[in-house]
């Protein structure tokens, strides 16, 4: 009796061991990660890969960076990778376009989108024009980061949306991620590419964490520069957006779903080039489009994406006038109140959205 209840423990054992070994296999647990630490994941596991990349910026090395995104480099790698610089954008940017021009891969951190400003000449006229007019000849593996768009309490000249400055210019790769898988495989792709990118982060989104999966998390893992994501799949509107309106878009669905609507998000990842392929088929699937960014309107990624549909064959399956969620087209206020009626909320897409379905 004794072994068949020893036969009995051990045969449940086996049984535990084989489910466990196929669950494993099956539905490989997430992990949850920020995208601060999936930027710093990225930018650890490309310094690793690759000597030829380095990380310069003001107080990335010794500070762990002003938002911490580069946390525990420096110790890591040393003064020779991780540069602290002065307070001169267009000195250290300078300073990264040459290096690039000398077969190096930096990755160059502006505290701020915002000081990119005293920078600008090296960012379009050094870097984005070189390999056109070197006939091909002298590429530029560059990434310039850092956080974009409005913050919090930081008031106009801290507050602005890049996206559509930096899109504007033929020669740049502009990139924009909302969550941490966007953020961990497009700068990881961004600083394997041979070519200039404006890689725009998030401050608020810094301390966000998101699921991530084994695959995710895999030292390979890249996301194609210039491909968007459906984010959720729906029938009645598209509504397209990037870095952080992208939440506040599948927010706002979570809502109009409780009334019947349907809505299919796209989230750009990407601003140039853009995914109008994408794009257009949600458009010729649900036949209505709503566009969300925190930038100002005039001649902003919305307005583009309006005209990019008008302008193929997804503007003869619209049933409706597009319809722009933006900022509101003034410098941005210091008040809180002021603030917040300054940028999109999600009532704000709500509303735009019942328009467009006149609801």
């Known amino acids: 009796m004794a072994s068949l209840r020893c036969f009995l423990r051990s045969g449940k054992k086996a049984v535990s061991v084989v489910l466990r070994r196929e669950l494993s296999k099956s539905s490989p647990v997430a992990v949850q990660v920020n995208v601060r630490d999936a930027l710093n994941q990225a930018m650890d596991e490309e310094l690793e890969r690759d ?18 995104v580069s946390r525990g480099l420096w110790k890591k790698y040393g003064d020779k990778r991780i540069i602290d610089t002065p307070i001169t954008e267009m000195g250290f940017a300078g300073i990264a376009v040459g290096a690039a021009f000398a077969g190096l891969r930096p990755i160059c951190e502006f505290m701020t989108w915002n000081f990119s400003m005293q ?15 070197s006939a091909g000849f002298q590429p ?51 600083i394997r590419d041979d070519n200039p990118v404006v890689f725009l982060e998030n401050e608020l989104m810094y301390g966000v964490p998101f699921d991530l999966s084994e695959e995710v998390m895999h030292k390979d893992f890249v996301l194609p520069i210039g491909k968007a994501k459906v984010e959720r799949q729906g029938t009645h509107i598209t509504l397209v957006s990037h870095s952080r309106c992208v939440g506040f878009c599948l927010e706002a669905t979570a809502v109009l779903a409780k009334e019947g609507v349907e809505c299919e998000v796209v989230n750009l990842r990407t601003i140039r080039p853009l995914d109008v392929d994408t794009i257009e088929a949600s458009v010729m699937k649900t036949g209505h489009l ?12 919305g307005a583009e994406i309006c005209a990019r549909v008008m302008e193929g064959p997804a503007f003869n399956y619209l049933d409706a006038p597009a319809v722009r969620v933006t900022g509101v087209d003034i410098p941005m206020p210091y008040a809180k109140i002021l603030e917040d009626h300054s940028v999109p909320q999600i009532k704000d897409i709500i509303f735009s959205v019942k328009k467009v379905l006149n609801m």
């Open 51 to 68: 000597e030829r990349v380095f990380l310069l910026g003001e107080e990335v090395a010794q500070y762990d960076g002003a938002y911490k």
């Open 119 to 133: 920078a600008i000449d090296q960012v379009i006229n050094s870097a984005a024009k070189t390999y056109y007019m």
């Open 140 to 190: 530029v593996p560059i990434v310039f980061r850092g956080p974009n768009g409005s913050s919090a309490g930081v008031a106009a000249q801290h507050s602005q949306c890049f996206a559509a400055w930096y899109g504007h210019c033929p020669g740049l790769k502009v990139v924009s991620p909302w969550n941490s898988e966007d953020a961990r495989g497009l700068l990881k792709a961004a």
């Open 290 to 301: 709503v566009t969300v960014e925190g930038g100002w309107p005039q001649y902003g990624v």
